[in-house]
């Protein structure tokens, strides 16, 4: 039970004061004019303004209710280093034991994560995490905040006035003053490139402690290619220059070496990924005669605006002789010595379409295309029954390098082209629309039909269609450092004209295409991993019917074997719920591959040293301290005093933090006893005043 005055004016608190003030005026002037009655005037005014006041003496039965302190549990990834994980619990426990004993005191602990459902948080986030654990506790309750951290905070507020409370903010650092680490800082890095130049990246191996000419060795690993090794000195930035191979993500990973007594390795490592972009494609198509399907080759490739196309067609043979003048009969002589000599290698794709030897091109010529495939060119033969005459370029020096010989027979006969076994799994055409739809069983293709395929035999080359008869109809093959393809039927044209409802005839050619350059979601045995969330996502294609497991490397470095599911069409694939952020690692046999779950540079790996230069201003200004809890190796420090204090700005010492006694409560009742009302009041009232004019009239 609680006992106080309480003040409830019949006029407004303005007016009231507005009163006073006159009265106060008058009453000083009667005092300077010396007037007989002017302490008599003064204590009647007094009392009517008291009445107008109205007290009360207020009895309030109140609740008293237990002070809250928080406790903020760092739970991020930097706090699974130096085992900081073991005496951040060990801490959590023994000071949630002595905040219980002390007597009406409520304790909340409230866990915070580097990491989010959707990989948005970049760093630890403490104060974040404690904003919205306080959001339905009053500022009048809150005794104080503990935090249990490494003190490496990334949101720590500029002012104590953001907080939203006023109270004593303490931290318990789970680290050693003395803690060393080395890392690799990117302070420059291209997002894309052209493919075939080279992009410059800048990076910077700093320390926590730089020790005089400090020297680090640094691996740089692109693409999954052998490592190349570079000796640079800590603190000055260094160039890297990175090979842009091909379009799509260019992945290059620099790490740097360990240095004696680091304190972890997982920040000694960055992942960058420059984005590939052809500038154009640059394609030679040589057509051998007109035909109905020369215009589909020439309108597909002229439609996409990245092609360069130089497209040559033979009009009429050289056996054809009539007497016309040579420059009569063509606009442009065909430039085979600057084609096919002097700036062949600047090709990226050549075509033959419906080609055969007939003395335009020499031997020369073709022996020259087929080195160039040997040293890394594409070549798309799409061949008709010109293939299987006597004047095939399988006759020609570029025999050496086509995957199929022909056996001079043409099956001329309606037919629907079939993904073949390895089709099916094939990333060119294992996914074409229409390939697995229709017909009486389901699985027959919905395209439309084809009139000619040449016979031929598969050398050394795969087989991804079929024809007529289950002939040969898309054969593919490696040849040295480069890719050659084979087409064996002229009438793909109808597809592109929507013929017995057309097929996919764009799609199935830039893939084509795609893989003759080399691009890598084409390949036919790939391992991949991205992310989504805190999702690993591993995939693997192979043409084989098994495949070995996978193992894969957290950014802490522990290593798992994970057993991929099997889907369809030669894709396997596997999601794994992981919850640290940063570079994963898959291998399987020679293939491997990177993913980034979050950030590959994240900030929580940024610095990792335990410190409190971050959270010092604002502990300060709440009057909180820091105290260190890691000492020797496998020793924590003294958990320090608590102390409840009523008031005061410093509220920490060597020893001992305090914790604000706020004596908040809860009224349950109110009662109201009227002091200055009714006749009391009108009578002592009106005795002052009389007794104002009998002073005065005397």
């Known amino acids: 039970m609680n006992w106080s005055i309480s003040f409830i004016p019949f006029v407004p608190w303005p007016v009231l004061w507005i009163v006073a003030a006159v009265g106060a005026v008058l009453i000083a002037l009667l005092f300077w004019r010396a007037r007989r009655g002017a302490a008599m005037r003064l204590l009647a005014f007094a009392a009517l303004l008291l009445a107008l006041a109205n007290p009360h003496l207020k009895q309030e039965d109140r609740e008293p209710l237990n002070d809250i302190v928080t406790v903020v549990v760092d739970d991020s990834q930097s706090q699974t280093l130096a085992g900081r994980t073991k005496r951040t619990e060990e801490i959590r426990k023994a000071l949630e034991a002595r905040l219980k004993e002390v007597p009406k005191l409520d304790v909340r602990v409230v866990h915070s994560n580097s990491s989010s459902a959707d990989n948005e948080r970049d760093g630890t986030m403490l104060f974040t995490d404690l904003g919205e654990a306080l959001a339905d506790v009053p500022p009048d309750r809150l005794a104080g905040v503990v935090m249990i951290t490494d003190g490496q905070v990334h949101d720590v507020p500029e002012k104590a006035a953001a907080l939203g409370f006023?109270?004593?903010?303490?931290?318990?650092?789970?680290?050693?003053?003395?803690?060393?680490?080395?890392?690799?800082?990117?302070?420059?890095?291209?997002?894309?490139?052209?493919?075939?130049?080279?992009?410059?990246?800048e990076v910077k191996v700093t320390e926590s402690k730089?020790?005089?000419?400090?020297?680090?060795?640094?691996?740089?690993?692109?693409?999954?290619?052998?490592?190349?090794?570079?000796?640079?000195?800590?603190?000055?930035?260094?160039?890297?220059?990175v090979p842009i191979d091909h379009a799509g993500p260019n992945i290059v990973e620099i790490e740097v070496n360990k240095a004696p007594g680091e304190l972890?390795?997982?920040?000694?490592?960055?992942?960058?990924?420059?984005?590939?972009?052809?500038?154009?494609?640059?394609?030679?198509?040589?057509?051998?005669?007109?035909?109905?399907?020369?215009?589909?080759?020439?309108?597909?490739?002229?439609?996409d605006a990245s092609v360069d196309l130089v497209h040559f067609t033979i009009l009429r043979p050289p056996e054809k002789q009539d007497g016309t003048p040579i420059n009569q009969l063509s606009l442009i002589a065909f430039p085979t010595r600057e084609l096919f000599q002097e700036k062949l290698d600047q090709f990226d794709l050549i075509i033959f379409d419906r080609y055969?030897?007939?003395?335009?091109l020499p031997l020369l010529y073709l022996e020259n295309v087929a080195r160039y495939v040997e040293r890394g060119g594409a070549v798309l033969v799409s061949s008709g029954d010109d293939y299987a005459s006597p004047l095939s370029l399988y006759r020609t020096p570029l025999g050496e390098i086509l995957p199929a010989a022909p056996s001079g027979r043409v099956v001329e006969k309606p037919y629907r082209p079939t993904l073949s076994e390895l089709g099916e799994k094939h990333p060119v055409t294992g996914d074409l629309a229409g390939a697995h739809g229709g017909g009486p069983d389901g699985k027959e293709p919905t395209w439309g039909r084809w009139f000619r395929v040449v016979d031929v035999s598969p050398r050394d080359a795969e087989v991804l269609m079929n024809g007529a008869d289950g002939k040969p109809l898309l054969v593919i093959g490696e040849r040295g450092k480069g890719r050659v393809a084979l087409l064996l039927s002229d009438h793909a044209w109808l597809w592109a004209r929507g013929y017995d409802g057309g097929g996919p005839y764009s799609?199935?050619?830039?893939?084509?295409?795609?893989?003759?350059?080399?691009?890598?979601?084409?390949?036919?045995?790939?391992?991949?991993?991205?992310?989504?969330?805190?999702?690993?996502?591993?995939?693997?294609?192979?043409?084989?019917?098994?495949?070995?497991?996978?193992?894969?490397t957290t950014p802490s470095g522990e290593e798992m074997t994970v057993t991929l599911d099997k889907g369809e069409r030669g894709l396997w694939r596997k999601t794994l719920q992981v919850s640290e952020q940063g570079v994963y690692r898959v291998a399987s046999g020679k293939l491997a591959g990177l993913a980034t779950v979050g950030k590959a540079n994240t900030r929580e790996f940024s610095a990792v040293t335990a410190s409190d230069k971050s959270l010092a201003p604002i502990l300060e200004e709440t009057g909180g301290g820091a105290f260190w809890m890691g000492r020797a190796e496998g020793e924590g420090g003294d958990l320090p005093r608590l102390a409840m204090i009523r008031s005061g700005h410093v509220l920490h010492g060597t020893d001992w933090l305090g914790l604000h006694k706020r004596d908040?409560?809860?009224?349950?009742?109110?009662?109201?006893?009227?002091?200055?009302?009714?006749?009391?009041?009108?009578?002592?009232l009106l005795g002052l005043l009389a007794m104002a004019w009998y002073r005065e009239g005397r």
Do not use: C
């Open 264 to 303: 972890t390795q997982i920040n000694n490592r960055t992942l960058l990924t420059v984005e590939g972009v052809r500038e154009n494609l640059r394609v030679l198509l040589v057509s051998g005669e007109p035909h109905a399907g020369e215009r589909t080759w020439r309108n597909m490739l002229k439609s």
């Open 166 to 201: 006023d109270a004593p903010v303490h931290a318990l650092l789970t680290g050693k003053k003395d803690e060393f680490d080395r890392r690799l800082e990117v302070t420059a890095a291209p997002r894309f490139g052209i493919v075939g130049s080279t992009q410059t990246v």
């Open 507 to 552: 799609d199935l050619l830039r893939r084509l295409a795609h893989w003759l350059m080399k691009e890598p979601e084409l390949e036919e045995e790939t391992l991949k991993a991205s992310s989504k969330g805190q999702s690993l996502i591993v995939e693997r294609r192979s043409v084989k019917d098994k495949i070995d497991p996978v193992t894969v």
């Open 664 to 684: 908040a409560y809860h009224v349950k009742g109110v009662r109201l006893f009227p002091l200055f009302s009714g006749f009391l009041a009108l009578a002592l």
């Open 210 to 241: 730089p020790r005089e000419d400090d020297i680090a060795t640094l691996t740089i690993t692109h693409q999954g290619k052998g490592p190349v090794t570079k000796t640079v000195r800590v603190g000055d930035p260094v160039e890297i220059d």
């Open 356 to 360: 055969q030897r007939r003395g335009v």
